[in-house]
């Protein structure tokens, strides 16, 4: 039976656990974070990682790689590179469930010097920040869906926000109706 060599490649392009892709943080070359990506400062990076049939059946976690990919996350936050002024929330993630109490991180760039930012949460104000590190604890917070929204603003008048959704967990659960007995 004769098989097309595109059918093939197909194939072995599907199936390649030889390489593996990795997107990296430049400085550091380690697995790359939301801060690294959102400074441009990541990369894809191929790794050749060499296995065998009988080493990958009974020995699966030995691999041959010269240089092997990074297996730790970059802990690291980076400034953003911006043109105009912009926002990262840094933590939580968005749609992130949060205890009642819980750390949002942001940071701001732009080519003017940062004069404040705001943080709110189901639009109501929280805090405001008038220099680095960008961080503001919520404690307090009632279970359910809430809105996190940062503000910045530049010393020209420009201002940006975000927003993120967080899900906070915990508490007791509301009661709408007294038990039937």
């Known amino acids: 039976m004769w098989l097309s060599e595109r059918w093939i490649l197909g194939l072995v392009r599907h199936h390649d656990d030889m390489h ?22 990541a990369v894809t990076k191929a790794y050749l990682v060499m296995t065998d049939p009988y080493t990958k ?20 936050i980076y400034s953003l590179q911006a043109d105009s002024l912009d ?35 189901d639009g109501d104000w929280k805090n405001t920040k008038l220099n680095e590190p960008y961080t503001v604890i919520f404690s ?18 420009d201002s940006v926000e975000k927003s993120i959704d967080v899900d906070v ?5 509301l009661i709408n109706s007294p038990p039937v007995h």
């Open 20 to 41: 593996k892709e990795v997107r990296i943080c430049k400085p550091t070359g380690l697995i790359a974070n939301d801060s690294c990506e959102a400074a441009g400062k």
């Open 57 to 76: 059946a009974f020995n699966p976690n030995f691999k041959y790689c010269k240089p092997c990919p990074p297996t730790r996350t970059d802990t690291n």
């Open 87 to 121: 926002i990262v929330i840094v933590s939580p993630e968005d749609n992130a469930n949060v205890g009642t109490s819980f750390t949002v991180t942001a940071q701001v760039a732009g080519p003017n010097p940062i004069v404040a930012v705001e943080f709110y949460i």
């Open 140 to 157: 307090g917070v009632s279970p359910g869906n809430h809105e996190i929204t940062v503000k910045a603003f530049d010393d020209s008048g």
């Open 169 to 173: 967990s915990g508490g007791l659960p």
